[in-house]
């Protein structure tokens, strides 16, 4: 399938978002600070490295890949097959609309943690 310019654009930016959210986050962060990372049932707040931002931004990122392979390639699959009525459009714009929801998620993430932190540090 050709794509455009501006989607090819698109594309490389939602699945770049995450990876540069995580690093400007994790860039506030002094080194020595630790975040949340996990609660016990007592109610422990287990700390953590601020790198470990990255982990999420790499799922994420992964995601909106195979979104856009899904994307790029949907001239490949068979759609009527798989989902009864399905139109190749659709599937576009659903693909498209998953991106952005885990893009949105990403800098929703970076942003609370950095807020916390900052909260916490000054």
Same mark, same amino acid.
């Given at each position: 399938?050709?794509?455009s310019m501006p989607?090819?654009?698109f594309w490389v930016a939602i699945v770049l978002v995450p990876?540069?959210?995580?690093i400007?986050?994790?860039g506030i962060v002094p080194n020595d600070? !630790?975040?949340?990372?996990r609660w016990d049932e007592p109610g422990l707040v287990h700390g953590g490295s601020p790198t470990k931002i990255m982990i999420i931004a790499m799922v994420l990122a992964t995601a909106n890949t195979f979104l856009a392979a899904g994307?790029?390639?949907?001239n490949n699959l068979d759609l009527p097959d798989l989902i009864h009525g399905a139109d190749k459009r659709n599937y576009r714009i659903i693909c498209?609309?998953?991106a952005l929801v885990c893009a !949105?998620?990403?800098?929703?993430?970076a942003v609370s943690w950095s807020q916390a932190l900052i909260a916490t540090t000054y």
């Amino acid at each position: 399938m050709k794509i455009s310019m501006p989607m090819l654009l698109f594309w490389v930016a939602i699945v770049l978002v995450p990876i540069v959210v995580s690093i400007a986050a994790i860039g506030i962060v002094p080194n020595d600070q !630790s975040i949340p990372m996990r609660w016990d049932e007592p109610g422990l707040v287990h700390g953590g490295s601020p790198t470990k931002i990255m982990i999420i931004a790499m799922v994420l990122a992964t995601a909106n890949t195979f979104l856009a392979a899904g994307y790029l390639f949907n001239n490949n699959l068979d759609l009527p097959d798989l989902i009864h009525g399905a139109d190749k459009r659709n599937y576009r714009i659903i693909c498209i609309a998953g991106a952005l929801v885990c893009a !949105s998620f990403a800098i929703i993430v970076a942003v609370s943690w950095s807020q916390a932190l900052i909260a916490t540090t000054y």
